[in-house]
């Protein structure tokens, strides 16, 4: 035997099926694309940045090093001082925010002097490297035969900012794309 089906109720009016609004689909979807960015932010910040060697798990932190005179041998270099911006997260040029780099660069001086200085521009060295890292796309970090060039954009943009003989070289301790 089947199961015996509703009778109508009398007077009562027939019931509709809704269907969802198109307002309400795109809150829905504009909901879930904020959740995934949420996750993969969480992602890059609390895991990959760690397992990479970043540095804290709020990475974007500047940090200084004093490189010390290397033991013997000629060429050594000394009074070397490097401001270091660890662990920057970029949406480079064309991506819509669906790729990022995320890089540690570090800015070497000739004195301590002139780190100081630098230190204190700290908001104006962040903002040229975004600046000139968003403004290319992915093929044109990706591509190794391309870095010193973006060294020397880098070097050359800072020095706009900070007198030419403070900035004697760029550096990336890391480079990673995704």
């Known amino acids: 035997m089947s199961a015996p089906e509703e009778a109508p109720v009398p007077g009562a009016a027939p019931v509709e099926k809704k269907s969802m609004s198109p307002v309400m689909m795109i809150g829905i979807g504009a909901g879930v694309f904020v959740a995934q960015a949420v996750l993969v932010y969480l992602l890059i910040v609390f895991v990959l940045?760690?397992?990479?060697?970043?540095?804290?798990?709020?990475?974007?932190?500047?940090?200084?090093?004093?490189?010390?005179?290397?033991?013997?041998?000629?060429?050594?270099?000394?009074?070397?001082?490097?401001?270091?911006?660890?662990?920057?997260?970029?949406?480079?040029?064309g991506t819509g925010g669906t790729r990022f780099l995320l890089t540690t660069v570090g800015v070497e001086t000739s004195s301590e002097e002139h780190l100081k200085s630098i230190e204190?521009?700290?908001?104006?060295?962040?903002?040229?490297?975004?600046?000139?890292?968003a403004s290319k796309t992915v093929?044109?970090?990706?591509?190794?035969?391309l870095r010193d060039g973006l060294r020397r954009e880098i070097k050359d943009?800072?020095?706009?900012?900070?007198?030419?003989?403070?900035?004697?070289?760029?550096y990336f301790s890391k480079f990673i794309i995704q």
């Open 120 to 133: 204190k521009k700290d908001v104006v060295v962040r903002d040229v490297l975004n600046t000139v890292l």
């Open 157 to 170: 943009s800072l020095q706009k900012y900070i007198k030419p003989e403070k900035v004697s070289q760029v």
């Open 139 to 145: 093929e044109a970090l990706d591509d190794q035969t």
């Open 49 to 93: 940045v760690p397992k990479f060697g970043g540095g804290g798990a709020h990475g974007a932190q500047a940090e200084t090093e004093k490189t010390v005179e290397a033991e013997g041998g000629e060429g050594a270099v000394t009074g070397q001082f490097v401001f270091v911006v660890k662990d920057m997260i970029i949406n480079p040029a």
